[in-house]
């Protein structure tokens, strides 16, 4: 079965500091990849997500993601933090079925922001 | 415009109850899921299904139904609540006709559910 672990619970970083969030995952066939992030009492939002091709992936609010085969890695980075980033951010990885897909999520990273 | 919506938002039951929380889609997508949200735990997927009369179990179906009698709905029922369900409940939906199954789930509000 497939599984998703981000090794960071928390993480605090000040406006305007590069981030990078880590993803490491565990599947039998090529992944579908996704990131998404929820701010306080919303629901998800997808923020990029890789099926194939580019091993960069570029997605909304200016966050980008690799994905690195050798290391089952899908970290997430952007190269400047807005305090409007501080929220929850979700790695997950899509596991085909028969229609679509499932997603397998991680535990989740908490992002803060310090102005 | 389209949307996926779930009510209510919250709710308040009490063990042994039967609670039903609803999912409702318009953008006639094929695929609605289930996930519930625990600290610590991430979402985990409890049903899903691929299109009208078909569900599939998830990670943590154990207590929960699901039926699809149509395209845009797919309710969530506990039959007998327990307090272990207290929760917060996602649907989400993906796969417009035609598409790829690469299509991207989309996310409705939540529902946050406290069983006393």
């Known amino acids: 079965a497939q599984s998703v672990t981000q090794p960071d619970i928390h993480i605090t970083v000040s406006e305007g500091a590069s981030l990078e969030l880590r993803c490491n995952y565990s599947y039998g066939a090529t992944p579908y990849l996704f990131w998404y992030v929820q701010s306080p009492g919303q629901g998800l939002q997808l923020l990029l997500k890789y099926f194939s091709g580019d091993t960069l992936v570029q997605g909304i609010k200016g966050f980008e993601a690799e994905f690195k085969r050798s290391q089952s890695s899908f970290n997430l980075r952007k190269p400047s933090v807005h305090w409007s980033d501080a929220a929850e951010y979700f790695c997950a990885v899509g596991a085909r079925g028969a229609g679509s897909y499932q997603l397998t999520f991680g535990k989740g990273t908490k992002l803060s922001v310090i102005p | 415009d389209a949307e996926i919506t779930q009510s209510p938002r919250h709710k308040i039951t009490e063990t042994g109850r039967q609670v039903t929380l609803a999912c409702h889609q318009t953008w006639n997508h094929n695929n609605m899921f289930w996930y519930r949200q625990d600290l610590g735990h991430g979402l985990r997927l409890i049903h899903y299904?691929?299109?009208?009369?078909?569900?599939n179990k998830g990670e943590v179906s154990d207590g929960y139904s699901v039926s699809r009698s149509n395209t845009e709905d797919l309710p969530l029922t506990l039959e007998s609540a327990a307090s272990s369900q207290t929760s917060v409940y996602f649907c989400?939906?993906?796969?417009?006709?035609?598409?790829?199954?690469?299509?991207?789930?989309?996310f409705g509000p939540g529902t946050r559910l406290t069983v006393l």
């Open positions: 299904s691929y299109g009208v009369q078909d569900t």
């Open positions: 989400a939906s993906s796969g417009s006709p035609g598409l790829r199954s690469t299509d991207t789930q989309y």
